[in-house]
């Protein structure tokens, strides 16, 4: 059964790069797969800190460039939902770390489920959370 847009996290990524079998299924029954601009950064830095960043650009570069992928970008209203989040988030006592709080916003922003195996997203009451196992 085909799945709408998801939101790429950068664990789901890596996941899926490692041939993890619910993030590949996931991944190639999705409508879309928007990759949200700090993880890609996230995924740029990890790869340069490896020992196989040519491999690891090159397998993303391959990813990039599938008419279903998009990076996006964040707004003035990513903004918002990032300000939105960070509010309940100290309400609740539930501190995660900024950079999911981005991508959170994101994908708030745009109304679709973050694939990801970070349990830090299940803090975040304004998303949806399609989870993969590790």
Do not use: C, K
């Amino acid at each position: 059964m085909a799945l709408g847009p998801l939101i790429v996290d950068t664990s789901a990524y890596s996941w899926a790069a490692r041939n993890n079998p619910t993030a590949v299924d996931r991944m190639r029954r999705a409508q879309a797969l928007l990759l949200p601009s700090i993880a890609l950064g996230e995924l740029l830095a990890g790869f340069t800190n490896g020992n196989r960043e040519a491999q690891n650009r090159a397998l993303l570069h391959e990813f990039l460039a599938s008419p279903r992928v998009r990076v996006v970008p964040t707004t003035a209203e990513t903004a918002e939902r990032y300000r939105a989040i960070v509010v309940t988030l100290r309400r609740q006592s539930t501190p995660i770390p900024t950079n999911d709080i981005w991508i959170a916003a994101v994908a708030m922003e745009a109304g679709v489920p973050v694939l990801t195996s970070d349990d830090d997203f299940n803090r975040v009451p304004q998303i949806i959370v399609d989870w993969i196992p590790s």
